[in-house]
């Protein structure tokens, strides 16, 4: 079964302006490295539905919603901050974003595919009353709904964007029917401030949201390691029906807004294994977005297209040359080749633990927090 792109020129327009970090290039950027390398001829390539606000309104206030329809900078509600400046056609832009990743989950849950994404998505962020973080709608927390009310027993959702995947969990904090787990640079040193271990989910649904914070600095080994320490073990437990996954690519070394040191070949690795864990828990059912990634021309477009060559079934390899136009349409300064050159290389947590190690005192803290709960040994 082909995997899906829901897609259209329409989503691109997603833009705070030529002086914010958010640009709209970086999928445009994408979409042309997927065509140029053939990924795209591996994928259907659909677009999405038209905005229904009725479902938008499952997750946001219809208060909310009037007031990002208005357009005008509005301080109750988050609009018109430096971060989230107001833009022409912000809520039909916004909306319409939404309305792809909704499309994903449906091609998915529907059968029509095994595999669908929305680059443009992955608005993690965004708050039922608020803006937040470059989110206006939070369109994974949409899409996850949409799963619950078609009658998706239990969703869980992993979240690698170098920022905690606040909004998703907020929502769905006090929700047994979701599983939130987020791999991040500390709260202590980045925004949003959220995400330690002692996060573990609400009344009655404790043990539903696994958070791995880890420190500034962290590489390819240490991501890696921590992802493997947590991810497979409280997914296993968890046991979802659907994989929803977020793929913000500003963990990169290179990203200027957060400070991990991941190489683009340690975040393709990500993607596989997710790819894998899909094919293990879920019979295959996982729904991706993209989401933050401020490398536009360096990082992002490689990043996602990685992405959506897993998507397709047929992962590009790493040594792969970027196209001759490709480059030629980015300048001078343009990536020749699909990997960074790192081998992404990570030993396993379970054969021993360096308590001196900040990274390993990361999975520590969330194992023993969060692991009781889900019925799940420590292993300390």
């Avoid at 070394?253 to 690795?269: F, I, K, M, T, V």
């Avoid at 790819?275 to 996982?286: I, P, S, T, V, Y």
């Avoid at 992405?307 to 079934?313: E, R």
């Avoid at 980015?330 to 990536?335: K, L, M, R, T």
């Amino acid at each position: 079964m082909r995997g899906r792109l829901v897609h259209s020129e329409d989503l691109s327009r997603y833009d705070f302006g030529s002086d914010h970090p958010m640009a709209p290039g970086r999928v445009r950027n994408t979409v042309e490295l997927a065509r140029q390398l053939g990924v795209l001829d591996r994928l259907d390539v659909v677009p999405p539905p038209p905005v229904d606000l009725e479902l938008l309104a499952k997750v946001h206030d219809p208060a909310y919603i009037a007031a990002v329809q208005r357009g005008v900078p509005d301080a109750e509600f988050g609009l018109g901050t430096s971060d989230n400046p107001v833009f022409e056609g912000m809520h039909d832009i916004a909306a319409l974003v939404t309305s792809a990743s909704v499309e994903a989950a449906r091609s998915v849950w529907s059968g029509e595919a095994l595999r669908a994404s929305n680059i443009s998505g992955g608005l993690h962020h965004a708050m039922p009353r608020a803006t937040s973080g470059f989110c206006v709608y939070n369109d994974i927390a949409v899409a996850i709904r949409w799963l619950l009310d078609a009658g998706c027993e239990r969703v869980a959702y992993v979240d690698v964007d170098v920022h905690h995947g606040d909004g998703v969990q907020a929502i769905f904090y006090d929700d047994p029917r979701v599983l939130t787990v987020s791999l991040h640079e500390t709260p202590a040193c980045l925004f949003p401030g959220t995400g330690f271990p002692d996060e573990i989910g609400g009344p009655g649904a404790e043990g539903t949201a696994v958070n791995v914070a880890l420190p500034p600095g962290t590489t390819d080994a240490g991501w890696l390691r921590a992802f493997h320490a947590v991810v497979p073990d409280v997914l296993a437990a968890f046991k979802p029906t659907v994989l929803v996954t977020q793929h913000g690519c500003d963990s990169h070394e290179h990203d200027p807004l957060a400070d991990l040191d991941l190489s683009l070949d340690g975040q393709r690795a990500s993607y596989l294994a997710l790819a894998e864990l899909a094919d293990q828990h879920c019979e295959g059912r996982w729904v991706s977005t993209g989401g933050g990634g401020y490398a536009l021309l360096h990082v992002v477009p490689r990043a996602w297209t990685h992405l959506l060559a897993i998507v397709s079934g047929e992962p590009v390899p790493p040594a792969t040359p970027t196209p001759q136009a490709w480059r030629d349409a980015i300048g001078p300064w343009a990536p020749t080749s699909m990997s960074d050159g790192a081998d992404a290389a990570w030993t396993s947590f379970e054969d021993g633990i360096n308590p001196e190690s900040r990274v390993d005192q990361a999975i520590l803290a969330t194992r023993r927090a969060v692991y009781p709960e889900l019925g799940l040994d420590p292993g300390l």
